[in-house]
T-cell receptor, first 116, second 114 residues
Framework: AQKVTQAQTEISVVEKEDVTLDCVYE???????LFWYKQPPSGELVFLIR??????QNEISGRYSWNFQKSTSSFNFTITASQVVDSAVYFC?????????????FGGGTRVLVKP | DTEVTQTPKHLVMGMTNKKSLKCEQH?????MYWYKQKAKKPPELMFV???????INESVPSRFSPECPNSSLLNLHLHALQPEDSALYLC?????????????FGDGTRLSIL
């Protein structure tokens, strides 16, 4: 069965510091998809990125970057020069191509607190 | 603003009440989902609707009854809930019910059972 582990439950940084969120996953499928979502206090989960298992290119979007390493089953997320608005809970999630219904397996989440 | 709209945002109900949660999307998505999220936990999948048909029920108690009246609407009917059912209920949608499709979430309904 698939599993997603986010070992860090909470990270506290001061504004402008960089913060890296770890995500390790387990799956037996050869085709799978990894996601990151942001959940601010308002409650809505905001989709940030999708990466498929065939594409190990790292990606950068503004202050966000993602490092996918299939060899270590990791999909880490870095926020550069953090801002107070980055304070939220971040979830890493996995879905498998063979699984019916687009079922997402979420990690436990990492709460990021950015202090001014 | 989220493209998935959930109403109401907050709901307080007694254990004998009947109420409904509503979810609406106008993105033409063909898969819709209900999740339950307890405090400091990740969302847990409850139901999946694919092309307006219930495709997944994650062994949810019958006091929760989903309904998909059309491709844009998803309801969750609540009856005889227990205090442990107090949680944030999230609705989501995706273009298709396949693994590469990101799910888009609403703001949720915060439900409190007295």
């Amino acid at each position: 069965a698939q599993k997603v582990t986010q070992a860090q439950t909470e990270i506290s940084v001061v504004e402008k510091e960089d913060v890296t969120l770890d995500c390790v996953y387990e799956t037996r499928d050869t085709t799978y998809y990894l996601f990151w979502y942001k959940q601010p206090p308002s409650g809505e989960l905001v989709f940030l990125i999708r990466r498929n298992s065939f594409d190990e290119q790292n990606e950068i979007s503004g202050r966000y970057s993602w490092n996918f390493q299939k060899s270590t089953s990791s999909f880490n997320f870095t926020i550069t020069a953090s801002q107070v608005v980055d304070s939220a809970v971040y979830f890493c999630a996995l879905s498998e191509a063979e699984a019916a219904g687009n079922k997402l397996t979420f990690g436990g989440g990492t709460r990021v607190l950015v202090k001014p | 603003d989220t493209e998935v709209t959930q109403t109401p945002k907050h709901l307080v109900m007694g254990m004998t009440n009947k109420k409904s949660l509503k979810c609406e999307q106008h993105m033409g998505h063909r898969a819709m989902y209900w999740y339950k999220q307890k405090a400091k936990k990740p969302p847990e999948l409850m139901f999946v609707y694919s092309y307006e048909k219930l495709s997944i029920n994650e062994s949810v108690p019958s006091r929760f009854s989903p309904e998909c009246p059309n491709s844009s609407l998803l309801n969750l009917h609540l009856h005889a809930l227990q205090p442990e059912d107090s949680a944030l209920y999230l609705c989501a949608s995706s273009q298709d019910p396949v693994g590469d499709q990101p799910q888009h979430f609403g703001d949720g309904t915060r439900l409190s059972i007295l």
